[in-house]
């Protein structure tokens, strides 16, 4: 069974970048995984930040960049706000099996 | 862009089947762009996608929850629905619709999500 990880914490200090991680269990990611990140925040919808590895969504800010990082997919936050306290959200599609989720990363800003 | 509404029940006995509807707004559900897909948060946990359906009626579905789901889709009324049966307190979570983009494999509208808690 694929499995999709991600770290499952991290913290960056206010004004700092961090760069999240989207990995496979078996084998490398690329851009026919079509990486996207989503940014998940209680009492929220869930928001769409990136998409086939390095789009961004409409309204999002360019702080938020999409990237492949070695055999992994990348999120990097440049400028850390506090609001950007959340869990993030990978997802790859992985061969013949539809979308998978990684398990998240939880950002805390400090 | 898409905009979504889940509506249902927000308490379900266990055993009971858990129905909710998902309707769309600013655009068509005949759309070939979209997948039509359930999504869950189950406490504590990630998300799941619970399957889909596209508008020439082929659907998904998670093969861990076997054959107790089922996603249909009506045309006219611009909604798509979700069906789960024998609900447990394992499925209390937070569903959402959201729609799955097929050209760059994303999701890109969501509904507002909605808890389902199991019990009785």
């Known amino acids: 069974q694929t499995v999709v990880t991600q770290e499952p914490s991290f913290s960056v200090s206010p004004g700092g970048t961090v760069t999240l991680t989207c990995g496979l269990s078996s084998g490398s990611v690329s851009a026919s995984n079509y990486p996207s990140w989503y940014q998940l925040t209680p009492g929220r919808p869930p928001r769409t930040l990136i998409y086939s590895t390095n789009i961004r969504s409409s309204g999002v800010p360019d702080r938020f960049a999409g990237s492949m990082l070695g055999d992994s997919a990348a999120l990097t936050i440049t400028g850390a706000q506090a609001d950007d306290e959340s869990e993030y959200f990978c997802v790859l599609f992985v061969d013949s099996a539809v979308w998978v989720f990684g398990g998240g990363t939880k950002l805390t800003v400090l | 862009q898409v905009q979504l509404q889940e509506s249902g029940p927000r308490l379900v006995k266990p055993s009971q089947t858990l129905s909710l509807t998902c309707t769309v707004a600013?655009?068509?559900?005949?759309?070939?762009?979209?997948?039509w897909t359930w999504i869950r948060q189950l406490p504590g946990k990630g998300l799941e996608c619970i399957g889909y359906?596209?508008?020439?009626?082929?659907?998904y579905y998670n093969p861990s929850l076997g054959s107790r789901v089922t996603i249909s889709i009506d045309l006219f009324k611009n909604q798509f629905s979700l069906k789960l049966t024998s609900m447990t307190a394992a499925d209390t979570a937070v569903y959402y619709c959201a729609t799955h983009s097929g050209d760059y494999s994303y999701f890109g509208s969501w509904g507002q999500g909605t808890l389902v808690t199991v019990s009785s």
């Open positions: 600013d655009g068509s559900i005949s759309s070939d762009a979209y997948y």
């Open positions: 359906i596209y508008y020439t009626g082929n659907t």
